[in-house]
């Protein structure tokens, strides 16, 4: 199974900002699509953006374009999200993993059901 460690979770006031970065464990996520997805209680896990393994295919679900930015760093072997102008319905589980892809477009699809430990993202003044 592809297993990635996210990091960077926090307490944060509302406007405030955050990095998360998703570490691949073991393996190089160099070949993968790689997607941001996030779970707040009680709600579904929700695809919040992916990056295509070359970095070319970008997308964001409507609920933070503008305010995220997805980026990678193949030679780290590291996905990263840039949040800002964090408000209280982002707060959330948030999770990365390898993401389906088509003719070279991410998809915000996880490739399996395996889940990390997500790292805790919480907006509150």
């Known amino acids: 199974q592809l297993q990635f460690v996210e990091s960077g979770g926090g307490l944060v006031q509302p406007g405030g900002s955050l990095r998360l970065s998703c570490v691949a464990s073991?393996?190089?996520?160099?070949?993968?699509?790689i997607g941001w997805f996030r779970q707040a209680p009680g709600k579904d896990r929700e695809g919040v953006s992916c990056?295509?393994?070359?970095?070319?295919?970008?997308k964001y679900a409507a609920s933070v374009k503008g305010r995220f930015t997805i980026s990678r760093d193949n030679a780290k072997n590291t996905v990263y999200l840039q949040m800002n102008s964090l408000n209280s319905e982002d707060t959330a589980a948030y999770y990365c993993?390898?993401?389906?892809?088509?003719?070279?477009?991410?998809?915000?699809?996880?490739?399996?059901?395996?889940w990390g430990q997500g790292t805790q993202v919480t907006v509150s003044s």
């Open positions: 993993a390898a993401v389906m892809t088509v003719e070279g477009m991410c998809l915000m699809a996880p490739r399996s059901d395996y």
């Open positions: 073991g393996f190089s996520l160099a070949p993968y699509g």
């Open positions: 990056i295509s393994s070359s970095g070319s295919s970008i």
